[in-house]
């Protein structure tokens, strides 16, 4: 049982937008320090995409974007392409367990 | 340009020792918390533990506590782990990262993966 809480997969077709939940508490995503978010392509390490709820590291795309709301984060991603087939995890810092936490992770298809 | 790479991997029976190392270069490694998080097959993304840029504070998962022990040589770039008394579920990818900045605690830059397998 993760401590962050995501979806075992979400699919969409090429071009559309599909978003990815990461429901936590208010000991990490509430937190200071927010909800980040990553993605692991098969066979590879995985590569930071949102850190702080919303921001972008220089070189990752607009069409990826991140929002919280409460103890809730979300990743969103527009304009489907197929290289998005991956796996998506978000993390945060929780205060309480003092630890790094992940969530499960999301596997997403691309139609 | 940042680089993470790591070494040290390999088969070990179980209750045995191993050591990963992870030799940075492209920033200042002082400046920063360094992290092993690992991926057992099939499954998700776990930490495992943490260390600050001094060397001085450390954290470790649960699963791991009084078992391994993250340590650091600011003078090598170098960050390692010490993995005693292993077990079968310690089998993993496990990967250095980077802790991008003690305002968002999120992992900026990892490495490309040390593959640890235990055996019976």
């Known amino acids: 049982q993760s401590v962050l809480t995501q979806p075992p997969s979400v699919s969409g077709a090429p071009g559309q937008r599909v978003t990815i939940s990461c429901t936590g508490s208010?000991?990490?995503?509430?937190?200071?320090?927010?909800a980040h978010w990553y993605q692991q392509l098969p066979g590879t390490a995985p590569k930071l995409l949102i850190y702080?709820?919303?921001n972008r590291p220089s070189g990752v795309p607009d069409r990826y974007s991140g929002s919280r709301s409460g103890t809730s984060a979300s990743l969103a991603i527009t304009g489907l392409q197929a290289e998005d087939e991956a796996d998506y995890y978000c993390?945060?810092?929780?205060?309480?367990?003092?630890?790094?936490?992940f969530g499960g992770g999301t596997r997403l298809t691309v139609l | 340009e940042v680089q993470l790479l790591g070494s040290g991997g390999g088969l070990v029976q179980r209750g045995g020792s191993l050591r990963l190392s992870c030799v940075v270069s492209?920033?200042?490694?002082?400046?920063?918390?360094m992290s092993w998080v690992r991926q057992a097959p099939g499954t998700g993304l776990e930490w495992v533990a943490s260390?600050?840029?001094?060397?001085?504070?450390?954290s470790y998962a649960d699963s791991v506590r009084g078992r391994f022990t993250i340590s650091r040589d600011n003078s090598k770039n170098t960050v390692y782990l010490q993995m005693n008394s292993l077990r079968d579920e310690d089998t993993a990818v496990y990967y250095c990262a980077k802790v991008q900045s003690v305002n968002y605690q999120s992992f900026d830059y990892w490495g490309q993966g040390i593959l640890v397998t235990v055996s019976p």
């Open positions: 492209g920033f200042s490694f002082t400046s920063y918390g």
């Open positions: 260390v600050g840029g001094s060397g001085a504070d450390t």
């Open positions: 702080g709820n919303l």
């Open positions: 993390q945060a810092y929780d205060s309480s367990l003092r630890a790094w936490v």
């Open positions: 208010s000991s990490n995503i509430w937190e200071q320090y927010g």
